[in-house]
């Protein structure tokens, strides 16, 4: 057994998301999301679930904190639920909603509990997709004035914001593979929506900075993809490079460096002419950052989309074992690689669990993006997690997944990243988007009957390893 120490002011937390959580979403003034209209489209989302209900944390704030509170959490990351606060997605205030993240924020500062405020986690005001979503760049706009109403509101006590969770998803999952919503499967519209969300990124950062204190922190959240070609063949390479630069530097060149790579130009050009880029747009997304967020679960394996493999295309991005006998899949937003997929182990994603790539990933972003320092904002694995008559849940395989990746984190800090923090997905158990309520991520059991929270092993596990700011592997 070997003790790994973390540094001194390393920062430890866990995450959740609105629309996974709250419920409540047609109380005091909240208008529909796209996550509402796409849970009630038939098909969209596994049983039928909704996020109607949720874990009810809208109703069961106090609670909630005392919990983290129980566990020792230092910091909290959430995101705020853009219909609640501004239900038509422009325009009027909705005080009520507002009044509800106050209070969550300054029970979290009662409990010194740190906040980590996500501003956009895919919950979009319908009336906003209405006009075209993430395509339009009016979106990025409305994103900007969202940001500075609650900069106004919660500026004084969230030491750091966050703009978006995972644009990648936004856009490629949203608007390529149409299997989160809104739920369209158009290439070109997908690039579009991936350059406004990097405009609204970056517009709502100078919107934030406008009204907040100069030491409030300024970050994005960005699930990087570590993609591995399938094999050493000179056409997989071209995959691998061809897939890094379509879903991780399309946001962290425009974004740390101030332009999209020109090979992601040149070798879209067949699917978009990216006119949708205006004068003025880098600078505009070239915004100074205080924290990079990275989001990691798995890695990924591609191969370029050769006429034999495409003979076996689903069509469809599967990343779940059950499939793999479908073949190869397209990754989400271009025809020309796939996806392919990997041995296991496996998590209850399907996603195979592979800590040394998590290592490699932040290595490879210290090294190319140098300066910014990096924090975990979400890891964590799902698992078919059960109520035991002993009134415990015990879940060895998240206790071992979580171990296993904390490693991972602890051997690139000793490479030289600048990791900061570690928060783990998630608190409790919650709606998992396409999956519904099938997939649990918690540490903390949620009984969707009852509504009764239950901490399984690996929430006291995590709390020791809080307490020691050390793992043991
Ligand atoms: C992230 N993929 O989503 C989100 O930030 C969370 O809200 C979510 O619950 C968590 O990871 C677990 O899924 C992702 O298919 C969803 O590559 C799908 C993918 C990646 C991230």
Same mark, same amino acid.
């Given at each position: 057994?070997?003790?790994?120490?973390?540094?001194?002011?390393? @920062?430890? !937390?866990?995450?959740?998301?609105?629309?996974?959580?709250?419920?409540?979403?047609?109380?005091? !003034?909240?208008?529909?999301? &796209? =996550?509402?209209?796409?849970?009630?489209?038939?098909?969209?989302?596994?049983?039928?679930?909704? !996020?109607?209900?949720?874990?009810?944390?809208?109703?069961?704030?106090?609670?909630?904190?005392?919990?983290? %509170?129980?566990?020792?959490?230092? *910091?909290?990351?959430?995101?705020? $639920? =853009?219909?609640?606060?501004?239900?038509?997605? *422009?325009?009027?205030?909705?005080?009520?909603?507002?009044?509800?993240?106050?209070?969550? @924020?300054?029970?979290? /500062?009662?409990?010194?509990?740190?906040?980590?405020?996500?501003?956009?986690?895919?919950?979009?005001?319908?009336?906003?997709?209405?006009?075209? !979503?993430?395509? %339009?760049?009016?979106?990025?706009?409305?994103?900007?004035?969202?940001?500075?109403?609650?900069?106004?509101?919660?500026?004084?006590?969230?030491?750091?914001?966050?703009?978006?969770?995972?644009?990648?998803? %936004?856009?490629?999952?949203?608007?390529?593979?149409?299997?989160?919503?809104?739920?369209?499967?158009?290439?070109?519209?997908?690039?579009?929506?991936?350059?406004?969300?990097?405009?609204?990124?970056?517009?709502?950062?100078?919107?934030? +900075?406008?009204? @907040?204190?100069?030491?409030?922190?300024?970050?994005?959240?960005?699930?990087?993809?570590?993609?591995?070609?399938?094999?050493?063949?000179?056409?997989?390479? =071209?995959?691998?490079?061809?897939?890094?630069?379509?879903?991780? +530097?399309?946001?962290?060149?425009?974004?740390?460096?101030?332009?999209?790579?020109?090979?992601?130009?040149?070798?879209?050009?067949?699917?978009?002419?990216?006119?949708? &880029?205006?004068?003025?747009?880098?600078?505009?997304?070239?915004?100074?950052?205080?924290?990079?967020?990275?989001?990691?679960?798995?890695? $990924?394996?591609?191969?370029?989309?050769?006429?034999?493999?495409?003979?076996?295309?689903?069509?469809?991005?599967?990343?779940?074992?059950?499939?793999?006998?479908?073949?190869?899949?397209?990754?989400?937003?271009?025809?020309?690689?796939?996806?392919?997929?990997?041995?296991?182990?496996?998590?209850?994603?399907?996603?195979?669990?592979?800590?040394?790539?998590?290592?490699?990933?932040?290595?490879?972003?210290?090294?190319?993006?140098?300066?910014?320092?990096?924090?975990?904002?979400?890891?964590?694995?799902?698992?078919?997690?059960?109520? *035991?008559?002993?009134?415990?849940?015990?879940?060895?395989?998240? &206790?071992?997944?979580?171990?296993?990746?904390?490693?991972?984190?602890?051997?690139?800090?000793?490479?030289?990243?600048?990791?900061?923090?570690?928060? /783990?997905?998630?608190?409790?158990?919650?709606?998992?988007?396409?999956?519904?309520? $099938?997939? +649990?991520?918690?540490?903390?059991?949620?009984?969707?009957?009852?509504?009764? +929270?239950?901490?399984?092993?690996?929430?006291?596990?995590?709390? *020791?390893?809080?307490?020691?700011?050390?793992?043991?592997?």
């Amino acid at each position: 057994m070997t003790r790994l120490q973390f540094p001194d002011q390393f @920062v430890w !937390g866990s995450a959740t998301a609105a629309f996974q959580i709250e419920g409540a979403t047609k109380e005091d !003034g909240r208008a529909p999301s &796209i =996550w509402d209209t796409f849970c009630a489209e038939p098909g969209r989302v596994r049983d039928g679930d909704t !996020g109607d209900v949720a874990c009810d944390h809208y109703h069961r704030l106090a609670e909630d904190l005392d919990l983290m %509170s129980e566990l020792g959490l230092p *910091s909290y990351r959430f995101s705020v $639920s =853009w219909p609640r606060v501004i239900p038509a997605g *422009s325009g009027a205030v909705n005080q009520a909603g507002l009044d509800f993240y106050s209070r969550l @924020v300054d029970g979290l /500062l009662e409990r010194n509990i740190s906040p980590l405020v996500t501003l956009y986690h895919w919950d979009l005001p319908q009336p906003l997709q209405d006009a075209g !979503g993430w395509t %339009s760049r009016e979106t990025a706009e409305r994103f900007a004035e969202y940001a500075e109403v609650l900069g106004r509101s919660l500026g004084d006590r969230v030491p750091t914001f966050t703009t978006l969770n995972e644009p990648w998803c %936004s856009a490629f999952l949203g608007y390529a593979s149409g299997v989160h919503a809104p739920g369209l499967t158009d290439n070109a519209l997908a690039l579009t929506a991936a350059h406004h969300l990097n405009l609204g990124h970056g517009l709502a950062v100078q919107a934030l +900075r406008s009204v @907040v204190p100069a030491r409030t922190q300024m970050s994005i959240t960005l699930n990087l993809a570590q993609v591995y070609p399938a094999t050493d063949s000179a056409e997989d390479e =071209w995959a691998a490079r061809h897939v890094d630069a379509i879903s991780n +530097r399309i946001f962290l060149d425009p974004i740390l460096q101030g332009q999209y790579p020109a090979e992601l130009l040149t070798d879209t050009a067949h699917i978009t002419d990216w006119s949708f &880029i205006a004068d003025g747009d880098a600078a505009a997304i070239h915004q100074p950052l205080d924290l990079l967020g990275i989001n990691f679960y798995t890695p $990924s394996s591609v191969a370029k989309a050769t006429e034999e493999i495409r003979a076996q295309v689903t069509g469809r991005w599967v990343n779940d074992p059950s499939q793999a006998d479908a073949g190869p899949s397209s990754y989400p937003g271009t025809d020309l690689a796939f996806s392919i997929p990997q041995p296991g182990p496996y998590t209850d994603m399907g996603w195979p669990i592979r800590p040394q790539a998590f290592t490699e990933l932040l290595l490879r972003v210290h090294k190319d993006y140098p300066g910014v320092p990096l924090a975990i904002t979400e890891n964590g694995c799902a698992y078919a997690d059960v109520l *035991s008559a002993d009134g415990a849940v015990h879940d060895p395989e998240r &206790i071992d997944y979580v171990a296993k990746h904390l490693a991972a984190v602890h051997a690139a800090i000793e490479g030289g990243a600048d990791v900061r923090g570690y928060y /783990l997905w998630s608190l409790m158990d919650n709606f998992e988007w396409a999956w519904g309520y $099938s997939k +649990r991520f918690g540490m903390v059991h949620v009984d969707y009957d009852t509504l009764v +929270r239950t901490p399984k092993d690996s929430a006291r596990w995590f709390s *020791s390893v809080i307490a020691d700011n050390a793992v043991t592997v």
